[in-house]
């Protein structure tokens, strides 16, 4: 099948060409129809799969052939790069279709808002946004969305995960009741049919294989302690021809202190994380895609929102506390039929959830041997809580105690901090 066979109209196919698309992904060959046909769609579709294509040409075919005024398409999505990243690929399809497109998303640039309250009010077609960032235009009055067509939730999952429900019921609220609704979604928890069931009417329902890497991907692991970590990375990465890495790790503060000694081994590093200014990350991610440097350590805040073509390598530095983010963070190698590598380091604390992720891919992962220069690492039992009796060495025996009330001490704090943080997440 072509994209011509879905008889867009033309200058959306014009946009298509010149983006260079031929042969349509599954979920576009199946979403595309159903939106052009005005029905409401909920998916399940893993990152990398060609969602955005699949919702973005279908709306831009409606409103390209209609006259109208005002915002008629809303998206919303989670993180900034998302925002981003979904506007850009507005752009490029829309460059012949003279549809406009502005993107709203937090910072803490007064500039910034600034710009956007300028740009909402001088008007645009289609308008993608994060939900924090929207409600707080939305509340002083000059976003006008009574005559909206379109709305769609992408990563509606991630979003719930953030703490959006209420920004989202809100957002809701200001919308009018005829539209037709789109959400796509990596996961469909019970919460996610919720919400589905108040913005969708009667909706086609499509489900893309979201429990499996790309086949592309060759998967290992290394059984290491904490300490173990920063080494055995070093080893991996150290005078070798690296093109493009990436490393996720579930704190900025094990960004942080990664990233210095990766510089200090000689291994051209840089860290994108919720400290640093919305410019500064646009400016490291810049320079990522021109290929400046090689490896980009970033927390779990990209592992969706990225949008990088041929990555190399993914490197897990933590195990993923969802095991369908570990879906998500694979799923940035080996993407548009290309190979690539994920490695993930998995201690003596992680082992359960690991395992839980060897379930849901239905795969048994390879663990590999660590380096002389690193030491043997804890064995693999994702079935057991305490580890420690299957060490032979006391020493072993006592750093995994030690290890295992520090990281129990660190989730703890994690998850008291988690629950205090929605508002900033929201920014992000």
Same mark, same amino acid.
């Not at 707080?136 to 009055?141: A, I, T």
């Not at 960004?255 to 210095?260: A, D, F, Y």
């Not at 963070?329 to 839980?356: C, L, P, S, Y």
């Given at each position: 099948?072509?994209?011509?066979d879905?008889?867009?109209?033309?200058?959306?196919?014009?946009?298509?060409?010149?983006?260079?698309?031929?042969?349509?992904?599954?979920?576009?060959?199946?979403?595309?129809p159903?939106?052009?046909?005005?029905?409401?769609?909920?998916?399940?579709?893993?990152?990398?799969?060609?969602?955005?294509?699949a919702?973005?040409?279908?709306?831009?075919?409606?409103?390209?052939?209609?006259?109208? $005024? *005002?915002?008629?398409g809303? #998206?919303?999505? !989670?993180? +900034?790069? %998302?925002?981003?990243?979904?506007?850009?690929?507005?752009?490029?399809?829309?460059?012949?279709?003279?549809?406009?497109?502005?993107?709203?998303?937090?910072?803490?640039?007064s500039a910034?808002?600034?710009?956007?309250?300028v740009?909402i009010? $001088? *008007?645009?077609?289609v308008? #993608?946004?994060? !939900?924090? +960032?929207? %409600?707080?235009?939305?509340?002083?009055?000059?976003?006008?969305?009574?005559s909206?067509?379109?709305?769609?939730?992408?990563?509606?999952d991630?979003?719930?995960?953030?703490?959006?429900l209420?920004?989202?019921?809100?957002?809701?609220?200001?919308?009018?009741?005829?539209?037709?609704?789109?959400?796509?979604?990596?996961?469909?928890?019970?919460?996610?049919?919720?919400?589905a069931?108040?913005?969708?009417?009667?909706?086609?329902?499509?489900?893309?294989?979201i429990?499996?890497?790309?086949?592309?991907?060759m998967?290992?692991?290394?059984?290491?302690?904490d300490?173990?970590?920063?080494?055995?990375?070093?080893?991996?990465?150290?005078?070798?021809?690296?093109?493009?890495?990436?490393?996720?790790?579930?704190?900025?503060?094990?960004?942080?202190?990664?990233?210095?000694?990766?510089?200090?081994?000689?291994?051209?590093?840089?860290?994108?994380?919720?400290?640093?200014?919305?410019?500064?990350?646009?400016?490291?991610?810049?320079?990522?895609?021109n290929?400046?440097?090689?490896v980009?350590?970033?927390?779990?805040?990209?592992?969706?929102?990225?949008?990088?073509?041929?990555?190399?390598?993914?490197?897990?530095?933590?195990?993923?506390?969802?095991?369908?983010?570990?879906?998500?963070?694979?799923?940035?190698?080996?993407?548009a039929?290309?190979?690539?590598?994920?490695?993930t380091?998995?201690?003596?604390?992680?082992?359960?959830?690991?395992?839980?992720?060897?379930?849901?891919?239905e795969?048994?992962?390879m663990?590999?041997?660590?380096?002389?220069?690193?030491?043997?690492?804890?064995?693999?039992?994702?079935?057991?809580?305490?580890?420690?009796?299957?060490h032979?060495?006391k020493?072993?025996?006592?750093?995994g105690?030690?290890?295992?009330?520090?990281?129990?001490?660190?989730?703890?704090?994690?998850?008291?901090?988690?629950?205090h943080?929605?508002?900033?997440?929201?920014?992000?």
């Amino acid at each position: 099948m072509k994209f011509s066979d879905f008889n867009l109209h033309e200058s959306v196919y014009e946009g298509v060409e010149a983006m260079g698309f031929e042969t349509p992904t599954e979920i576009q060959t199946n979403v595309i129809p159903m939106i052009v046909e005005g029905s409401d769609v909920i998916a399940c579709a893993q990152t990398g799969t060609g969602k955005t294509a699949a919702f973005l040409l279908p709306m831009m075919h409606h409103l390209v052939q209609k006259e109208h $005024s *005002g915002i008629k398409g809303l #998206i919303l999505a !989670p993180t +900034r790069e %998302l925002v981003q990243q979904i506007d850009q690929q507005f752009q490029g399809f829309s460059y012949f279709t003279g549809l406009s497109s502005i993107a709203i998303y937090g910072g803490n640039d007064s500039a910034v808002w600034e710009q956007q309250r300028v740009a909402i009010e $001088s *008007g645009c077609d289609v308008m #993608i946004a994060s !939900p924090g +960032r929207l %409600l707080s235009h939305l509340n002083l009055g000059y976003v006008k969305l009574d005559s909206l067509d379109f709305l769609v939730l992408d990563e509606a999952d991630k979003m719930l995960d953030m703490g959006f429900l209420e920004d989202l019921v809100k957002i809701i609220s200001y919308l009018p009741e005829k539209k037709q609704a789109l959400m796509f979604s990596a996961t469909m928890p019970p919460k996610i049919r919720e919400l589905a069931k108040k913005i969708l009417n009667n909706p086609k329902e499509l489900n893309i294989a979201i429990s499996k890497p790309a086949e592309g991907v060759m998967q290992v692991a290394y059984l290491t302690y904490d300490k173990q970590k920063n080494p055995l990375i070093i080893d991996l990465l150290k005078d070798k021809d690296l093109d493009s890495v990436i490393v996720f790790s579930s704190t900025k503060q094990k960004v942080k202190e990664l990233v210095k000694d990766l510089v200090k081994a000689g291994i051209n590093s840089k860290a994108i994380h919720s400290d640093l200014e919305q410019s500064e990350r646009e400016e490291v991610m810049l320079a990522y895609r021109n290929r400046k440097f090689p490896v980009l350590v970033a927390t779990d805040i990209l592992s969706r929102g990225i949008d990088v073509d041929n990555i190399g390598l993914v490197l897990n530095y933590d195990v993923p506390q969802d095991a369908e983010d570990y879906v998500h963070r694979v799923g940035r190698t080996a993407r548009a039929q290309t190979e690539g590598v994920a490695i993930t380091f998995i201690n003596e604390t992680d082992m359960i959830r690991f395992g839980r992720i060897e379930k849901l891919i239905e795969q048994t992962i390879m663990k590999l041997p660590n380096p002389d220069s690193v030491g043997d690492g804890p064995e693999y039992n994702p079935q057991r809580r305490d580890h420690r009796k299957k060490h032979s060495g006391k020493k072993h025996d006592k750093a995994g105690s030690d290890n295992k009330r520090t990281d129990d001490k660190k989730h703890s704090k994690h998850k008291h901090k988690k629950h205090h943080s929605h508002k900033k997440k929201k920014e992000e």
